[in-house]
């Protein structure tokens, strides 16, 4: 049974702890779910930003001194938020869930815009389906950026104190 993902982005799928590859046919992002008819089925969506790693200031600073001072690094995702989200369906061939993913943190009229949704006619309980605000990511982010800069100081430093 197919399971399609619209604007996924970075969000993993995972069924019984096992990470679900996500495949691509005609421009739609999918998964494949072994499931008998009329069987319920659990489908957990995933996201941590980059800077939620616990071994990320590891990365950083190798890709720090291979871009060169962090100049020709690619810029980290401002996204800061995660999610953790739990989805239960019926397996039914027929309608197969289809489900949409927003990118926003955020409140609109005093709710948490919603991170998951289902775009098909199949009925299907989200729950969690929301992203929370990660003050690990953030924390870490301002951090790196800090040392970053430092950095960049010392490294033109050293390179002026070298041509003088």
Request: proline share 4%; hydrophobic share 45%; glycine share 6%.
């Amino acid at each position: 049974m197919k399971v399609f993902l619209l604007n996924r982005g970075d969000v993993c799928a995972y069924k019984d702890g096992k990470l679900l590859p996500v495949k691509i046919k005609n421009d739609r992002e999918y998964v494949d779910i072994e499931a008998e008819e009329g069987e319920k089925v659990t489908i957990s969506f995933l996201r941590r930003s980059e800077f939620s790693s616990g071994r990320f200031f590891l990365y950083a600073l190798f890709f720090w001194i291979i871009g060169i001072a962090g100049l020709f690094t690619p810029k980290y995702n401002k996204f800061l938020c995660s999610l953790s989200c739990t989805v239960e369906f019926i397996a039914d061939s027929k309608t197969p869930p289809v489900f949409m993913f927003t990118h926003y943190c955020g409140v609109k009229d005093n709710k948490p815009v919603e991170a998951v949704r289902n775009t098909s006619e199949a009925e299907v309980f989200i729950d969690k389906g929301v992203y929370v605000k990660d003050p690990l990511a953030e924390k870490n982010r301002k951090i790196y950026r800090f040392c970053s800069a430092i950095g960049r100081i010392a490294v033109l430093a050293f390179l002026i104190s070298l041509i003088i």
